[in-house]
Nanobody, 124 residues
Framework: QVQLVESGGGLVQAGDSLRLSCTASSRTFGSHAMGWFRQAPGKEREFVAAISWITESTYYSDSVKGRFTIFRDNVKNTVYLQMNSLKPEDTAVYSC?????????????????WGQGTQVTVSS
């Protein structure tokens, strides 16, 4: 069982930056992938970014490419989402997810464990 805890959300203005973090609080191993998804009120959850723990290969949705960066700290067993140039359209609950395979995926159903989510609100 993998437990994930996200933090770093908050209320910011358009153009500001936030860094989200997600730490695995239980034992894990290196052959996995982690991703970030978000869900706005009344909308379906959508893919944001993902990373392979071993290769550090990354994938981004078109809507965040160039503005967001996903990276991990192997020592801290933590994945981060650096969000720059935030827009009101980025407002959502952001959740991290853990996949028990090394390959990142854009698909929600490929992930096995989920964090509780952290709210990001961007005002215009």
């Amino acid at each position: 069982q993998v437990q994930l805890v996200e933090s770093g959300g908050g209320l910011v203005q358009a153009g500001d930056s936030l860094r989200l973090s997600c730490t695995a609080s239980s034992r894990t191993f290196g052959s996995h992938a982690m991703g970030w998804f978000r869900q706005a009120p009344g909308k379906e959850r959508e893919f944001v970014a993902a990373i392979s723990w071993i290769t550090e290969s990354t994938y981004y949705s078109d809507s965040v490419k160039g503005r967001f960066t996903i990276f991990r700290d192997n020592v801290k067993n933590t994945v981060y989402l650096q969000m720059n140039s935030l827009k009101p359209e980025d407002t959502a609950v952001y959740s991290c997810a853990y996949r028990q395979w090394n390959s990142p995926s854009i698909h929600e159903y490929d992930y096995d464990y989920w964090g509780q989510g952290t709210q990001v609100t961007v005002s215009s």
